[in-house]
């Protein structure tokens, strides 16, 4: 079992930055992708940024140039820099890892709510 611990979430006005962690409990080189996702209220679960099995990174266009995912091998934990916040960044933010080879399990975080609002 693979646990996913998220913090950095809460209340920014427009414009304002928040840096999002999520700590694995395991290796992140054990780790096939790890990423972001997020959820608004009555909106499907999309995906905001990752790092894919091949090492590359992903974002979704909305975010692109706003927003930065990093990590910390030594620490296992995943970041996702927000800048320029927009009032449609407001959402539940999830961690995601993909874990296991040939058959892959997937894993989430318990969430964080990031609302940007003036």
């Known amino acids: 079992q693979v646990q996913l611990v998220e913090s950095g979430g809460g209340l920014v006005q427009p414009g304002g930055s928040l840096r999002l962690s999520c700590a694995a409990s395991?290796?992140?080189?054990?780790?096939?992708?790890m990423g972001w996702y997020r959820q608004a209220p009555g909106k499907q679960r999309e995906l905001v940024a990752t790092f894919t099995s091949g090492g590359t990174t992903v974002y979704v266009d909305s975010v692109k140039g706003r927003f930065t995912i990093s990590r910390n091998n030594y620490k296992n934990t995943v970041y996702l820099q927000m800048n320029s916040l927009k009032p449609e960044d407001t959402a539940v933010y999830y961690c995601?890892?993909?874990?296991?080879?040939?058959?892959?399990?997937?894993?989430w975080g318990q969430g964080t709510q990031v609302t940007v609002s003036s």
């Open positions: 395991i290796s992140i080189f054990s780790i096939n992708a």
């Open positions: 995601n890892a993909e874990v296991g080879i040939p058959t892959a399990y997937i894993y």
